[in-house]
């Protein structure tokens, strides 16, 4: 099955946003099979996001994704990248669609609330960072038949 890495950066712990953005995945009828709340440390940041550590931004970006408590979450499901990354929105908020959770909830790239795996290998590189394989489960929703 399908699996992507959702990570709710710092400001959005701060601005009580957990509930509003867990609440639209579980609308859309996605499962999420892992969620822990944790400070991330400078090594699972800096694994995170190895592939931008050549860009200016970098130590930036670890200062601010290690400077409070961050939501991990693995979802599960057909396709789940694509749609997952279609209800983030662009990674500018500024070019994010309204409906989109950076769209409605950010203004700014560096603060735009959440980071969602781009591809299945983004995702498999991702996910061990933050969970290890026995905390993720395998599970069926009840109305399974309904979304899918
Ligand atoms: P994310 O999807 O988590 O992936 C990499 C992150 O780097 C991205 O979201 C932004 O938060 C951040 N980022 C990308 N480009 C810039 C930039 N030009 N300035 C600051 N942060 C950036």
């Known amino acids: 099955m399908e699996r992507t ?28 099979i892992g969620m822990k709340l944790l400070h991330a440390t400078t090594e699972q ?10 860009k200016s ?12 408590p961050i939501l991990a979450m693995v979802l599960a499901g057909p396709n789940i990248i694509e749609i997952v990354r279609l209800m983030t929105g662009k990674t500018n908020p500024l070019e994010s ?3 989109t959770i950076r ?3 950010s203004l700014n790239t560096q603060k735009n609330l959440i980071h969602a795996s ?9 996910i061990p960072i933050y969970f290890m394989d026995e905390e993720l489960l395998e599970y069926h929703l009840l109305n399974e038949s309904s979304i899918y």
């Open 5 to 32: 890495l959702v990570v709710l950066k710092p400001g959005a712990i701060q601005r009580e946003l957990m509930g509003e953005i867990i609440k639209r995945f579980e609308l859309k009828g996605t499962t999420i």
């Open 45 to 54: 940041a800096n694994r995170h996001y190895a592939v931008h550590k050549e």
């Open 57 to 68: 931004f970098f130590p930036e970006l670890v200062d601010y994704i290690t400077s409070g």
């Open 97 to 99: 669609a309204p409906g």
């Open 103 to 105: 769209g409605d909830f």
């Open 118 to 126: 781009d591809s299945v290998e983004s995702a498999e590189y991702e």
